[in-house]
């Protein structure tokens, strides 16, 4: 070989080994950096844990057993990856602002096991420094051959399923949580919605909307088959958003609820049923079965719908959560200078630094 013709190739492969690091630098790393938000501290009446007291800084108790099995702390799930982390920041900061016991609150975050947990939990340390957290790897692999195509692709990652699992992820002491989706702010205390009563026998609680058109979450071809339309034979269906519920962990194991899930997602692989993602399944196995939550905790739609994520007004009534729910996401409106009215109010939870305040 030439030494011109060498220097060609070596530049060649140095090219695609860059591109290569480049791609999964990107797949790895989160491009943003977070302010640290401020300690909160738990009112006087807020009951202890642990002996845990409004001076203690330290973090012994944080992942321990004797704490996360307490029946005093408020248990919350999200998920967690590099897109949505910005909303995860904010979501987490509204939720300990608004509680009069934040000391008692545990997050519980499930992460994608290809990403990488180690910059995932010291970016959520280093701004909430405070924050008792854990965080779980979720194997794709056990959801990706049930996913099928929906109208969305940000509906078909599998993170977006791993609600479907937390009974499984999550240490089997903890008996009832909080799920949340990355997209909202509470202005409320989490404590009382975590609060909201499940009666003798409902699996979860979570906002209904009857006025909904629910038959257009599900295809032609599942109205017409009548072995799958009676499914809600003798149930008063209607709509929930699965972004915002409360769950009993201890009934959703005992009732092996993930399988009842899964078996419909399976179905949905040999026959069209449902062209929405993850929340059909869910609605399949609970519509017309859940204990009600008032419909201030879940002012969701705020993102317009999932085509063009146009403005959206808020719901009548009062507001404890507001839901960017939808295409259009608060942070990507307010960085593209189009926000939306509502968005006003998401972003005084904005942990983002600007890029010239980055520290060298």
Known sequence: MKP?????????????????????????TIPQQFGEAPKFYNAPECPSINNLSNDDDSNDDKNSNNYICSDEVVHVAMTLDVTYIRGSMAAILSTLQHTSCPQNVFFHFVASASASASRLQTTIATSFPYLKFQIYRFHDTSVAGLISTSIRSALDCPLNYARSYLANLLPLCVRKVVYLDSDLVLVDDIAKLAAIPLGDDKVLAAPEYCNANFTSYFTPTFWSNPSLSLTFANRKACYFNTGVMVIDLDRWRDGDYTKKIEEWMELQKR??????????????????NIAPVDHRWNQHGLGGDNFRGLCRDLHPGPVSLLHWSGKGKPWARLDASRPCP????????????PPFSFDS
């Open 4 to 28: 011109k013709q060498a220097v060609h190739v070596l530049l060649f492969l140095s090219f695609n080994i860059f591109f290569s690091l480049a791609k999964e630098n990107v797949r790895t």
């Open 342 to 353: 509502l968005d006003a109010l998401w972003a005084p939870y904005d942990l983002l630094k």
């Open 271 to 288: 026959m069209r049923i449902y062209n929405l993602g993850s929340l059909p399944p869910f609605l399949l196995v609970f519509a017309g």
